[in-house]
């Protein structure tokens, strides 16, 4: 493995502090990033133990978001008219974004962080609040093998890949399909989104090291589809490869293509990127800087996890930015972790109180400037540093 990047000491990304704990040391982990020249995989080097970060607080729900909602109804046509759906097991179901498009029946949760594997306990869909490894897969799929496993934003959080396909493998039936989606190295290296890195994104996987793992499970990719979600994801359809039910489309090979001509498969092309997040991070202070010298209020829109890189990484604290809006409950009346900006109940903009606005929340820009066009009309700005910094 080769280390490209060195995006300093970092705090864990969805750990918001309580006021009552401002003061209290965080627990901080070096956050470097490498590259294995024989697989392609780009990997953080230190990861934090999983249930330090997946437990019964935790704060991120998909369905907060109306982007998502519509992908996963999207998906859910797509699979309800091209595949067999009569058992199907969705490894890491968050909220019930996606079992809910399907009946209680023939669908099966897991789901670690138990605060949301109550959510969709309690409207009766099974789900077991553990994380996949083989004993669980053995346990849920002893008398019938599953037609279709699906697994959005999680296998990137689970170190063990090993142990995850071994379990998937095992539960998927031969003729039975994989659906993976995760965000893409090829957009997140294209748009300098290096707040894909934090502590829980332990992989962003490209085409060609994802196609490298599977062959080691006598996995498949059979077709890509690009996604807008999580700023660029890819969504792949996996089968074992004794299955010859679907033929491999084009797709894979143009996606495969397309790398390499960008050079996912060589280390240069990950130097360069570091290089250009250095001169990223310079640019965004100076606009921060002199925003600042104009005494503008600025903001932060979307308290994400992404924006704990940033923030720690470029050292912006609440001398730049006042506060962060988010809708979601739990983040509300705490701090951002490490910068320890306070995060409000979201308001609609306003520009008589808010001259500019961080967009922490980037990756759901359409869905956020739609909310916001009176803001907008009104001369409101954003300050937006994908793929590089300015303002908007
Ligand atoms: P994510 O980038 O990790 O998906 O997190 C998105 C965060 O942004 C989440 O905390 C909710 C917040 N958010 C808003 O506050 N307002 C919005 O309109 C949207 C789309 C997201």
Redesign the pocket.
């Known amino acids: 493995m080769v280390k490209f990047l060195d995006l300093g000491l970092q705090p864990l990304a969805n750990s918001y502090l309580k006021k009552k704990n401002l003061n209290r040391k965080e627990k901080k982990f070096k956050l470097e990033v490498a590259f294995n020249s024989k697989n392609y995989l780009v990997s953080i080097v230190n990861t934090v133990p999983k249930e330090k970060m997946f437990n019964n607080m935790y704060?991120?729900k998909?369905s907060?978001?109306?982007?998502?909602q519509k992908s996963f109804k999207n998906l859910t046509k797509k699979i309800k008219q091209n595949f067999k759906t009569d058992f199907i097991i969705e490894i890491g179901s968050n909220d019930g974004i996606f079992l809910k498009n399907f009946n209680k029946q023939s669908v099966v949760g897991v789901e670690p962080c138990k605060n949301l594997a109550k959510l969709t306990k309690n409207i009766n869909y099974t789900t077991y609040s553990e994380y996949w490894n083989i004993k669980l897969a053995r346990k849920i799929t002893k008398n019938k093998k599953a037609d279709l496993i699906y697994s959005a934003n999680t296998l990137s959080h689970i170190k063990n890949l090993n142990e995850i396909f071994k379990a998937i493998n095992y539960s998927l039936s031969d003729k039975g399909i994989l659906i993976l989606e995760d965000p893409s190295l090829l957009k997140c290296i294209k748009n300098v989104a290096y707040d894909q890195f934090y502590c829980e994104h332990i992989y962003v996987f490209s085409t060609i090291s994802l196609k490298n793992i599977l062959n080691n499970f006598d996995l498949e990719i059979f077709d890509i589809q690009n996604l807008s979600t999580?700023?660029g994801s890819n969504r792949y359809f996996i089968k074992k490869k004794i299955n010859k039910n679907f033929q491999i489309k084009n797709s894979v090979k143009n996606e495969v293509k397309k790398e390499i001509k960008f050079g996912l498969q060589k280390i240069s092309t990950f130097k360069k990127f570091a290089k250009k997040v250095k001169k990223s991070k310079i640019k965004l202070l100076n606009i921060f800087k002199k925003l600042k010298k104009k005494k503008l209020n600025i903001i932060g829109?979307?308290?994400?996890?992404?924006s704990c890189t940033i923030l720690n990484y470029c050292k912006i604290g609440d001398k730049f930015i006042d506060y962060f809006?988010?809708?979601?409950s739990y983040?509300i009346n705490r701090y951002l972790p490490g910068s320890k900006i306070l995060i409000k109940k979201?308001k609609k903009l306003n520009k008589k109180n808010v001259d500019i606005v961080f967009l922490?929340?980037w990756?759901?820009k359409e869905?956020?400037f739609k909310?916001e066009k009176d803001f907008i009309k009104k001369g409101g700005k954003f300050i937006i540093h994908i793929p590089t910094p300015k303002i908007i």
């Open positions: 704060p991120y998909s907060e978001s109306k982007t998502m999580h700023g829109y979307g308290a994400t996890a992404k809006y988010d809708t979601t983040k979201y922490g929340a990756n759901f869905e956020i909310k």
